[in-house]
């Protein structure tokens, strides 16, 4: 008999770095939380800088910082394993797949408890970039995909944040069942809010805007993006680019280009803002944008969605399922298609206006508090169908059949 009030143990190695994935798994703990479970946090070097809810409760597996911008800790709580600090959980939900993500599934495993796994970002990506003499190897031998499937075929249910994400994982192999759902947004990027002197403040008077918010890593290609707009600047004269996000592996390279005479009259690079600040970018911008191949959602279009703004993207992985092309921006195949939507949206104040209206509209379905509630519905399904077919080694297509089944009538869930 599964309780109404779950105790979930959340498992990531991320929790508090400053990334759209750790954003993510953030807001849907404290989200549970206020719902009235009990959600335990795993994770090393817990930071937390806002009132806590009641519910959500912190183990600190310690760690080292290895990359002080990207707050980046390396974890390896051997010691910890096979003895954890709580012994009552109904469920694990692994949020990532390293050290934190073994030590998830061995507890998991130790307590008899169901698991299931969020693939948010993959780390072939990452790994190169953060550990470069054997990520680079790591990355060359495909080790790391190959590490990725082994852990995710333990779960009794993986979920990625979307459609085109989980064809990804299918692409490279990836066991069903995987269903896709948003990881979604807290209501506060839906509040009312007024620029109350923001253009004054970040320079952007009289500009049409394209905002730029991310962390400055190179898979988020931010050089290009302010090289092409130098091209939409020709045919936009009052243009401008404001370049908003946390630090990163090109946090220099962009603040020396910025500085470049070439793009400094047009581009403005304001490093991480005040959250109050973030929302009125958002609502007072044109256009926002962001150009990724390898993104598990893109969270800040959808943060940017919520204040009436349209966007133009990657038509790629994660944002091809967030940008509905011709609807609420558009969706481009390469950089000059890019230039060539935003120059189209910057233009034409009735078309942006429109875009924006939908945009909002389309929003309202991202809600995290209703995305938390299925989350939860997800849970007492594996926990009463799921689990019990994989404890006594049933074959997996029984589980898809059901998982499948289940979620057909679960709004904002692709099976």
Same mark, same amino acid.
């Given at each position: 008999?599964?309780?109404?009030k ?5 498992f990531?190695s991320?929790?508090s ?5 750790a ?6 703990c404290?989200t549970?939380?206020?719902?009235g ?21 912190f183990?600190d ?18 010691q910890?394993i096979?003895k ?5 959980l109904?469920?694990?939900h692994?949020?990532?797949?390293a050290?934190?993500g073994?030590?998830g599934?061995?507890w998991?495993k130790k307590?008899g408890?169901?698991m299931?796994g969020s693939?948010?970002s993959?780390?072939?990506?990452y790994t190169?970039?953060?550990v470069p003499i054997?990520?680079k190897?790591?990355v ?12 995710l075929?333990k ?5 990625t944040p979307?459609?085109?994400?989980k064809?990804m ?15 979604g947004?807290r ?6 809010v007024?620029?109350?002197g ?14 730029y918010v991310?962390r ?7 050089i290009?993006?302010?090289k092409?707009f ?21 946090? $220099?390279? @962009? &603040?020396?280009? #910025? ?5 400094k009259? =047009? ?10 600040d973030?929302?009125?970018l958002?609502?007072?911008a044109?256009?926002?944008c962001?150009w990724s191949?390898?993104e ?5 279009l959808?943060?940017?969605?919520a204040?009436g ?6 038509n790629?992985s994660g944002i091809?399922?967030?940008?509905r092309?011709g609807e609420?921006?558009y969706l481009?195949?390469?950089l000059k ?6 120059v ?11 875009f924006g ?17 299925i ?9 009463e169908?799921?689990y019990p077919?994989r ?9 898809v $059949?059901l @998982? &499948?089944?289940? #979620? ?6 692709? =099976?």
């Amino acid at each position: 008999m599964v309780r109404e009030k779950l105790e979930i143990g959340m498992f990531s190695s991320m929790y508090s770095q400053m990334n759209g994935s750790a954003h993510a798994t953030r807001f849907l703990c404290e989200t549970i939380a206020e719902l009235g479970h009990n959600v335990h946090v795993f994770a090393p070097r817990i930071t937390y800088d806002s009132k806590k809810p009641k519910n959500l409760h912190f183990h600190d597996l310690g760690g080292a910082r290895v990359a002080k911008k990207t707050g980046l800790v390396l974890s390896a709580p051997i010691q910890k394993i096979f003895k954890c600090d709580y012994n009552d959980l109904d469920i694990a939900h692994i949020q990532t797949h390293a050290s934190i993500g073994v030590l998830g599934v061995n507890w998991a495993k130790k307590q008899g408890i169901p698991m299931v796994g969020s693939h948010h970002s993959p780390l072939t990506f990452y790994t190169a970039q953060y550990v470069p003499i054997i990520g680079k190897l790591l990355v060359k031998n495909d080790l790391i995909w190959k590490w990725e499937r082994f852990l995710l075929d333990k779960y009794d249910l993986c979920h990625t944040p979307t459609k085109t994400k989980k064809d990804m994982l299918l692409d490279y192999k990836f066991k069903e069942p995987i269903v896709a759902l948003t990881n979604g947004i807290r209501d506060f990027y839906f509040s009312n809010v007024e620029e109350n002197g923001i253009k004054e403040k970040y320079n952007i008077v009289g500009k049409k805007v394209l905002l730029y918010v991310s962390r400055l890593s190179p898979e988020k290609h931010p050089i290009r993006i302010i090289k092409t707009f130098k091209n939409i600047k020709e045919k936009v004269p009052n243009a401008h680019l404001l370049m908003v996000g946390s630090e990163g592996p090109s946090t $220099e390279a @962009v &603040k020396k280009i #910025v500085d470049n005479n070439k793009y400094k009259d =047009f581009v403005s690079f304001a490093g991480r803002v005040p959250f109050e600040d973030l929302l009125r970018l958002y609502k007072t911008a044109d256009v926002s944008c962001l150009w990724s191949l390898i993104e598990a959602e893109g969270l800040v279009l959808l943060e940017a969605m919520a204040q009436g703004t349209p966007s133009v993207g990657t038509n790629a992985s994660g944002i091809a399922n967030i940008i509905r092309h011709g609807e609420t921006g558009y969706l481009a195949d390469n950089l000059k298609q890019f230039e060539d939507y935003v120059v189209k949206l910057l233009k034409d104040d009735d078309l942006r206006k429109e875009f924006g209206k939908n945009a909002r509209n389309i929003a309202e379905n991202y809600r995290l508090k209703e995305i938390a509630k299925i989350w939860i519905k997800l849970y007492k399904f594996t926990l009463e169908e799921l689990y019990p077919l994989r404890y006594y080694r049933k074959e997996r297509k029984k589980r898809v $059949e059901l @998982v &499948k089944e289940f #979620v057909k009538d679960l709004p904002n869930v692709y =099976f």
